[in-house]
């Protein structure tokens, strides 16, 4: 297949993704299409028992081999409503593709095809793994669970990234990613009439001394030779201007690059929590869990990306940048087997003029996206060889 062929392929497969999304474990019309392509390529698709929206395709090289190498590619949407103004902007009210995991499935589409042509000219298997609800951090895991990386020797995925140039690519050993927690709290007060505050226990204050609060452990707990963040994402409280508010719910993230402040963080926003609590005399009901690991790419593997995109595209190509704030469950296949997680540039857009992911205006270069798909071909197709030239 031509360069140009499978671009074409690619880009109108993003844009049928891109124009129907679906959110997290309800990607049923998404993973329909994508079995349906899958097997015209001729690939065995297979479904997972607790996200069945989940995909598990094989393909075995008619070259001697055992050797397993895993491909992964994200396919939830966000609950964002589109103001992109693209020609085929999302049909779906309030749900958006604003992360780029059209184009992750429609990259990872490109390579099945690829490798369904390639199948003469290597050994062992290529396994694709198209997962449901990453945006929950929680499918992945799930998908685990039921045997995703059982036999897999390495895990690489792609995800595009509109900070980096088109026709630029990251791929960062070591940390790239980070681990991420989430926290929900619910402040309770006693309401009673805004002109007698003095009789009510008021939530707003409360709860907004909290939120101020948070901020210390990040400048006065961190060593400034670290990096973590906590953010309150969501703050909803009382009903009318008059009337003092009883009750508070606020929501919020965690990140975090190593081992040692993911377990730090939850007990320091408990205290947070508790103490300001006690201080403003409300009561607090909170849960808070950091459980999904630092993206960590493995060293070899990073230097076999390095290889292949190189290969395809002369070192000009490669991106250096720091690790990103953004986390992904790809983490925890990264925990079970060593691979890399690498980043596609998808943006020429200047930073005033860019929409960021998760906006409303998220949008994508797609004039590189056949590479994306060539990355994932070749990154399997050179770990395959290498490793049946060793034995």
């Known amino acids: ?98 992360c780029g995991h059209d184009a992750h499935v429609a990259m990872l589409l490109g390579a099945a095809r690829l490798l369904a042509e390639a199948a003469d000219d290597f050994g062992g298997t ?32 792609i995800h595009v990234q509109e900070g980096i140039p088109t026709g630029k690519i990251r791929v960062q050993e070591g940390i790239c990613m980070a681990g991420a927690g989430f926290f929900s709290l619910t402040v309770k007060g006693k309401g009673g009439h805004g002109s007698a505050p003095d009789c009510g226990i008021d939530v707003i204050p409360a709860a907004s001394a909290i939120v101020m609060n948070l901020q210390t452990i990040i400048s006065r707990e961190i060593s400034p030779l670290d990096s973590a963040v906590v953010s309150v994402g969501t703050f909803h409280a009382g009903t009318k201007a008059n009337i003092i508010a009883d009750e508070a719910q606020l929501t919020g993230s965690l990140r975090y690059y190593s081992k040692k402040i993911q377990e730090q963080l939850p007990v320091a926003v408990r205290r947070v929590v508790e103490s300001t609590a006690a201080a403003y005399r409300v009561q607090t009901d909170l849960i808070c869990q950091c459980g999904l690991p630092p993206v960590i790419n493995d060293a070899n593997c990073s230097r076999l990306a390095t290889e292949c995109a190189v290969a395809l595209m002369g070192h000009k190509c490669l991106y250096e940048g720091n690790p990103s704030t953004g986390s992904d469950d790809f983490a925890y296949y990264l925990e079970k087997v060593p691979g890399v ?18 906006s409303s205006g998220f949008k994508i270069d797609e004039s590189m996206l056949y590479f994306g798909a060539r990355m994932y071909t070749e990154y399997a197709l050179r770990y395959l060889k290498g490793r049946n030239s060793d034995e």
Do not use: W
């Open 1 to 98: 297949m031509t360069d140009k062929e499978l671009q074409e392929y690619v880009v109108k497969m993003r844009r049928h993704f891109h124009k129907y999304p679906e959110l997290g474990l309800k990607e049923e019309k998404t993973s329909a299409r994508i079995q349906k392509e899958l097997e015209e390529f001729g690939y065995n698709v297979k479904r997972f028992q607790k996200c069945p929206t989940g995909i598990i395709a094989e393909i075995h090289g008619r070259k001697p081999g055992n050797n397993i190498v895993a491909l992964r590619a994200d396919m939830d949407a966000l609950p964002i409503q589109e103001e992109s103004g693209e020609s085929f902007s999302s049909k779906n009210a309030g749900v958006m593709h604003a």
């Open 341 to 358: 997680y690498a980043f596609l540039g998808v943006g020429n857009e200047s930073e005033e003029e860019r929409s960021p992911a998760h």
């Open 126 to 157: 290529v396994r694709l793994l198209f997962e449901p609800a990453e945006e929950f951090a929680g499918a992945g895991k799930q998908m685990l669970a039921e045997g995703a990386l059982d036999g897999v020797e390495t895990a690489f995925a």
